[in-house]
């Protein structure tokens, strides 16, 4: 858990102000994440725009992608500054090829998820 803390860490030091979590223990990933989002919230007043996080224990990757690109909108606090969505993978090249090719065309992600 002391990597995916400095992981989260490492992300909200870039910016991060949305993460999905997929795949096997995605559940821990999402409460760590949240966990570091909350101690440095309780630091700063007033309290910032709402980081969020959601997991999807349940989905398909194709899923969890769509969702990513249809449904992941930040706080329209930070709308102005966010402009990247960005997919890790860690080791499974499987899952890096499906994410690189759903992310690169994502209409015809959009109209198999609407056909499904």
């Known amino acids: 858990s002391s990597t995916i803390g400095a992981l989260a860490e490492l992300l909200l ?3 991060v102000v949305y993460l999905c979590a997929w795949g096997p223990d995605c559940e821990r990933v999402h409460d760590i994440a949240d966990e570091r989002i909350v ?5 700063i007043e ?9 997991w999807h224990t349940d989905d398909t990757l194709d899923d969890m992608l769509w969702f990513l690109l249809n449904v992941a909108d930040p706080d329209p606090a930070y709308e102005p500054t966010c402009h990247t969505r960005l997919a890790l993978c860690i080791d499974n090249p499987s ?7 759903r992310l690169n065309d994502p209409q015809t992600l959009n109209r198999e998820m609407r056909e499904s």
Not at 39 to 43: D, K, N, S, V
Not at 49 to 54: E, G, L, N, S
């Open 95 to 101: 899952w890096a090829e499906q994410i690189e090719r």
């Open 39 to 43: 101690w440095r919230e309780l630091e």
């Open 13 to 15: 030091d870039q910016g």
């Open 46 to 54: 007033p309290k910032p725009p709402v980081i969020m996080t959601t």
